[in-house]
């Protein structure tokens, strides 16, 4: 079965500063890779995705992330982190069905 | 175009009480899904919709829950009867069918069982 870790619960940074919110999966086959951004009180929203092709993908917002398929890793990033990208971020899997997300990585915006 | 909308945002019941969740996908998406956050723990698949058929409900925790599309829009999710690690917010989400794999999210029915 897939799994998705996100190893950090939490990260701060300063505004202005890059960003690295990691993760790793698990799955048997060539994955399909997603991140997703909830701000408060809204849904889920797709930030980039990873289907096959250029291993550095860009998303909205300035994001962009990087498939590993040696270290089973998509790692998001972001050259300058604005105050408006505080929100939880989760990375997710999915083969072809229902999507299997890590647990979430808070980021805080520091001033 | 509008987005997924869900009702109610929140809900609190009792123990043993009965709730239903909607969700409303977005015009023409074919794809509906259900999805759980329990506190503190991972956003968990729960089943799959394509139009008015159940694709796949193998994240369906019991036989409490009970998910229905009739007609192929909207969904309803029931929960008969409730307890208290149900607790958690429900979320859906919808997709075309067109290999695309990009699900749309609403955002979220709290429901809080005490």
């Known amino acids: 079965a897939q799994s998705v870790t996100q190893p950090d619960i939490h990260i701060t940074v300063s505004e202005g500063a890059s960003l690295e919110l990691r993760c790793n999966y698990s799955y048997g086959a060539t994955p399909y890779l997603f991140w997703y951004v909830q701000s408060p009180g809204q849904g889920l929203q797709l930030l980039l995705k990873y289907f096959s092709g250029d291993t550095l993908v860009q998303g909205i917002k300035g994001f962009e992330a990087e498939f590993k398929r040696s270290q089973s890793s998509f790692n998001l990033r972001k050259p300058s982190v604005h105050w408006s990208d505080a929100a939880e971020y989760f990375c997710?899997?999915?083969?072809?069905?229902?999507?299997?997300f890590g647990k979430g990585t808070h980021l805080i915006i520091q001033p | 175009e509008a987005g997924v909308t869900q009702f109610p945002s929140h809900s609190v019941i009792e123990k043993g009480q009965t709730v239903t969740l909607r969700c409303d996908p977005i015009?023409?998406?074919?794809?509906l899904y259900w999805y759980r956050r329990v506190m503190g723990k991972e956003i968990k698949f729960l089943l799959h919709?394509?139009?008015?058929?159940?694709?796949?409900e193998s994240g369906m925790p019991n036989n409490r829950f009970l998910a229905e599309r009739t007609g192929g829009t909207y969904s309803t999710l029931k929960v008969q009867p409730a307890e208290l690690e149900d607790s958690g917010v429900y979320f859906c989400?919808?997709?075309?069918?067109?290999?695309?794999?990009?699900?749309?999210f609403g955002p979220g029915t709290r429901l809080t069982v005490t």
């Open positions: 997710a899997v999915s083969p072809f069905d229902g999507l299997t």
């Open positions: 919709f394509v139009k008015e058929s159940k694709q796949d």
């Open positions: 015009s023409g998406h074919d794809n």
């Open positions: 989400a919808s997709s075309r069918r067109d290999g695309s794999y990009e699900q749309y």
